[in-house]
Every structure is written in C-alpha cells, then in structure tokens.
T-cell receptor, first 114, second 112 residues
Framework: AQTVTQSQPEMSVQEAETVTLSCTYDTSESDYYLFWYKQPPSRQMILVIRQEAYKQQNATENRFSVNFQKAAKSFSLKISDSQLGDAAMYFCAYRSPRDDKIIFGKGTRLHILP | NAGVTQTPKFQVLKTGQSMTLQCAQDMNHEYMSWYRQDPGMGLRLIHYSVGAGITDQGEVPNGYNVSRSTTEDFPLRLLSAAPSQTSVYFC???????????FGPGTRLTVT
C-alpha cells in the first residue's frame, strides 16, 4: 500500500523568507499524482499545487513550487516570500489512478514569524 | 454553484446513537469521498465512490456505511456511535479530468 510521510510536524519561517516542506512517499506504481493542500484555521482544505508523475518539469503556482524527485520518491514544497496568510497546516497527498484513493500525510504546521 | 456542502457543522452524540452526515455537491462530479481528520493523523479515507451506485472502502471503514443513489449525494452513516469516532469529517468530490478535489467545510462530531 502507498504511504505518505511528512517528517516535519512543525516549522517556522520569517516573513518574506523562503521555506521548504518535505514529503516522501512509497509506491510501486509508475504513474500517479501528487498534491499539496493547505488547511488554514478556518479548516477549509485548499489545493496549493499538483504534480503528475509522468511530467519531469516541476510544477509552480506563483510563490509555490515543488521539487519532484521521482527516483527518490520525494515531493517537497517551496514557499517563496512567505506571507502571514501562509500560516496553516500543509498536507502532502498521493493519488493512484488505479484505485483512485487519495492518501494524505500527517501534515506540517507552518508558522510565519512577523 | 454551492460546491460541496455538508450538514450539520457540529454534532454531539451519545455512545450507541446513530446518525447520518450529509454531503452534497452540485458540480456533477463522479468521484466523492469521506475523510476523517484527527490530531496528528492527517486525513484518512473512510469510504469513496466513483459514481452513482458504486462505493468502496478506504483506510478506516469500520463503523461507517455509505451509499450513492444519486450523483449529487453521498451520505455517511454511523450505525452505533463510539467515542473513537470523535473527529472532524470532510466530504470531497472531484471530476475525472481535471482532477482537482473540492472539499466541504467539515463536520465536527463529538461522541460522549
């Protein structure tokens, strides 16, 4: 079965600085999808960025980018120019096209220091 | 579009009671899922559906039942609530392509 591991339960970053959140996963599949979700205190789950495993190019969305290392099964999220509104729980997630299940990591709580 | 709606937002049950958490989406999405979120555990998949009349189990299905009689609705039933089912429950839906998953606002359930 697939697993997703986020090894950093909490992180802090100074406002305007750059921070990287780590995620590793375990799978025997070659084709899959990876996601980062943000959950602010409102509890709403918000999609930040997604990556298809067959694409070698790393996904970017404005200040958010990923470093996807397929061989290493690593999918880290980089947040540039951190803003106070980025403070939230961040979840890494894996989806298999075979059974359509989405598996989440346990999350990383990100604090932004003014 | 209202997106994904969940009712109720909060619920307190006594051990042994039953109830149904409602989930509806108005985006004509094929796929719908139920997750529970517990502190330090992330989101864990309970049950999911790939279309009307089709459901399957996720990681933690015990104690929960689902059905999918229409595309729009995907209720989650607790047959006999237990304190271990105290959690925040999220419903989500997505279309096949593009496959962004939309989440409801969540239901906070407490079982005493």
């Amino acid at each position: 079965a697939q697993t997703v591991t986020q090894s950093q339960p909490e992180m802090s970053v100074q406002e305007a600085e750059t921070v990287t959140l780590s995620c590793t996963y375990d799978t025997s599949e070659s084709d899959y999808y990876l996601f980062w979700y943000k959950q602010p205190p409102s509890r709403q789950m918000i999609l930040v960025i997604r990556q298809e495993a067959y694409k070698q190019q790393n996904a970017t969305e404005n200040r958010f980018s990923v470093n996807f290392q397929k061989a290493a099964k690593s999918f880290s999220l980089k947040i540039s120019d951190s803003q106070l509104g980025d403070a939230a729980m961040y979840f890494c997630a894996y989806r298999s096209p075979r059974d359509d299940k989405i598996i989440f990591g346990k999350g990383t709580r990100l604090h932004i220091l003014p | 579009n209202a997106g994904v709606t969940q009712t109720p937002k909060f619920q307190v049950l006594k051990t042994g009671q039953s109830m149904t958490l409602q989930c509806a989406q108005d985006m004509n999405h094929e796929y719908m899922s139920w997750y529970r979120q517990d502190p330090g555990m992330g989101l864990r998949l309970i049950h999911y559906s790939v279309g009307a009349g089709i459901t399957d189990q996720g990681e933690v299905p015990n104690g929960y039942n689902v059905s999918r009689s229409t595309t729009e609705d995907f209720p989650l039933r607790l047959l006999s609530a237990a304190p271990s089912q105290t959690s925040v429950y999220f419903c989500a839906s997505r279309q096949g392509h593009p496959d962004e998953q939309y989440f409801g606002p969540g239901t906070r359930l407490t079982v005493t």
